[in-house]
């Protein structure tokens, strides 16, 4: 398997663009999450689905920050307008079981960084 | 009081020496706790999980200690490849869809010749 699959790898964007982060999951997982990472903050939950179905969006920033899952194998979060304090690192994560759960391992991709100028 | 807490680090340490890190925890009802290592400009990656009477996965050794909310890692006969840093992962939810695993802002290690 390929693991999970993030693009794009870097991303370097104007302030006020809209951007689009994407991602592959794991085949058969049915857990998938979006983190950011920053070194003030560190790795901050944003979003999780279970089946395509969004569980816990309370991590997401704002209403400029928005997250769907069409189907199992295809996810995006998508940030419109970005600003400069949005620039992280993006990573999406997926699993087979659920985060409560005490043998649950999260897969995480490469991530994307993204620079807001 | 942030949710999970480590110390940032660095920890400079010789090859071969014993290193360990703690970790503290503000929800008493957490279930479940991770380590994670991230290599520089990488993705985290699962280290080890720890159970509640602690567990050994060959040079790491994972304790968890209930009462007190703390974790820790320890890493014996340290190897230049164990330069990372460990981030602590606890499930801060009590179970079920509210559940959510929150991450520290992680411990760097720097193992030197």
């Known amino acids: 398997d390929a693991g999970v699959i993030q693009s794009p790898r870097h991303e370097v964007t104007e302030m006020g663009q809209e951007v689009t982060l994407r991602c592959k999951p794991i085949s058969g997982h049915d857990y998938l999450f979006w983190y950011r990472q920053t070194m003030m903050r560190g790795l901050e939950l944003l979003i999780y689905f279970n089946n395509n179905v969004p569980i816990d969006d309370s991590g997401m920033p704002e209403d400029r920050f928005s997250a769907k899952m069409p189907n199992a194998s295809f996810s995006t979060l998508k940030i419109q307008p970005s600003e400069p304090r949005d620039s992280a690192v993006y990573f999406c994560a997926s699993s087979f079981r659920g985060p409560w759960e005490s043998y649950n391992e999260q897969f995480f991709g490469p991530g994307t960084r993204l620079t807001v100028l | 009081r942030k949710e999970v807490e480590q110390d940032p680090g660095p920890f400079n340490v010789p090859e071969g020496a014993t290193v360990a890190f703690n970790c503290t925890y503000s929800n008493s009802a957490s279930q479940s706790f991770f380590w994670y290592r991230q290599d520089c400009r990488k993705e985290p990656k699962l280290l080890m999980s720890?159970?509640?009477s602690g567990n050994e996965d060959g040079r790491f050794t994972a304790q968890l200690n209930r009462a007190s909310q703390y974790i820790s890692l320890l890493i014996r006969d340290s190897k230049l490849s164990d330069s990372a840093t460990y981030l602590c992962?606890?499930?801060?939810?009590?179970?079920?869809?509210?559940?959510?695993?929150?991450f520290g802002t992680g411990t760097r290690l720097q193992v030197t010749l």
């Open positions: 992962v606890v499930n801060m939810g009590s179970g079920g869809t509210a559940s959510k695993l929150t």
């Open positions: 720890v159970y509640s």
